[in-house]
């Protein structure tokens, strides 16, 4: 599978924009919006939509096909299959600025909601673009466990103990192993393994 990196997502945007016909306003999550909106150095196969916030998603994916066949880039635009952010998340959404877009608006999860996000699954590619984001955009550690604690867990479906180990293994890749492990312990869950 071809995976794409920021430049080539950018450009995939721009040709769906020129190929709107009217405006339309969509949320992206995963690695798209991690490179995207927070120049996160992951490489994605797709752009993964959250919610078509105006406009319709018939007229997204007519675009994305003309943008495909205009750029050559094999981008998948879609649903996001899998995609949980935390509660009261609506209330933090930004656009995505500098794109010079004329009819797509752009939106994505600020930088701690789509860690969050990202941390639920923590496969080595999430981790790797949380962990790129970080780099461009510091994050608090208080802010996000913070947040992992009040606003993820209300919403999060899954095993809540391998949830907490996937935050362990963040809060370690991020800020160091002591203070993963240190997590780890208060949570109750094994301690991430150094890498």
Avoid: C
């Avoid at 430049?7 to 306003?25: C, G, K, P």
């Avoid at 916030?53 to 675009?63: C, P």
């Amino acid at each position: 599978m071809t995976r794409f990196g920021r430049a080539q997502l950018v450009a995939f945007v721009r040709a769906i924009d020129r190929h709107l016909e009217s405006r339309a306003s969509i949320l992206i999550v995963g690695g798209a919006a991690a490179a995207i909106a927070y120049h996160s150095d992951v490489n994605t196969s797709d752009i993964d939509v959250f919610n078509v916030v105006a406009g319709s998603s018939e007229a997204i994916l007519k675009a994305g096909g003309e943008a495909r066949n205009q750029t050559g880039l094999g981008i998948a635009i879609g649903g996001a299959a899998v995609a949980e952010l935390p509660y009261n998340f609506e209330g933090r959404i930004r656009p995505v600025r500098g794109l010079t877009l004329k009819r797509l608006t752009l939106l994505v999860p600020e930088k701690y909601d789509l860690v969050l996000s990202k941390t639920l699954r923590a496969y080595p590619h999430d981790i790797d673009a949380i962990a790129g984001i970080h780099r461009r955009h510091r994050l608090s550690r208080k802010t996000l466990v913070d947040r992992f604690e009040t606003e993820l867990v209300k919403v999060a479906t899954g095993d809540p103990a391998k949830i907490r180990l996937n935050m362990a293994m963040v809060v370690a890749r991020l800020y160091g192993f002591d203070e993963g492990r240190a997590f780890a312990e208060t949570w109750g869950v094994p301690v991430p393994r150094r890498r």
